[in-house]
């Protein structure tokens, strides 16, 4: 249970411990999630609104959202450490990036992740997200180059 994970507006101090997430789930993967273009670690710029989930000041987990043209917004940076998946943690960041996406009035949420996150495309599928094709996100939707599948919900 992750009862004593707080969830709080990013602040540039989390930084060194968002670099140390993406690292931690690097290692289990054999493929880069880093962008290719990128040497070494990518910065993990905060989008409009980011959040951290923390656990004893350790950063256990990240969601962000960015708002986009024509009523659509974008989920951005959307991570949770390998011993807390499961434990709910993912579906209270994404309850806080519903939630803030309702106070801008935003009508679509869209996505990109990677083939090989797999417990990720599940999660986003049980929560009502359907996977679309890259022609079908929006023009000003920002494409991470390591990114290979999409996904869209609507949000009405």
């Given at each position: ?73 974008m989920l951005k940076g959307m991570m949770v450490q390998q ?74």
């Amino acid at each position: 249970m992750n009862n004593n994970i707080i969830i709080t507006g990013y602040t540039p101090d989390h930084q060194t411990g968002i670099a140390d997430l993406l690292d931690g789930i690097q290692a289990e993967f054999t493929e880069s999630i880093y962008a290719r273009s990128t040497p070494g670690r990518e910065v993990l710029l905060p989008p409009v609104t980011y959040w951290v989930a923390l656990q004893d000041g350790v950063v256990v987990g990240t969601a962000g959202i960015a708002a986009l043209a024509y009523g659509n917004a974008m989920l951005k940076g959307m991570m949770v450490q390998q011993e807390q998946r499961g434990t709910g943690l993912a579906a209270r960041l994404l309850d806080a990036v519903l939630g803030y996406a309702a106070t801008m009035g935003a009508e679509q949420l869209y996505l990109g992740t990677m083939t090989q996150f797999k417990a990720a495309q599940r999660f986003y599928n049980k929560h009502g997200f359907r996977r679309i094709t890259m022609q079908e996100l929006p023009a000003d939707f920002i494409i991470n180059p390591v990114d290979d599948v999409f996904f869209s919900l609507a949000l009405h």
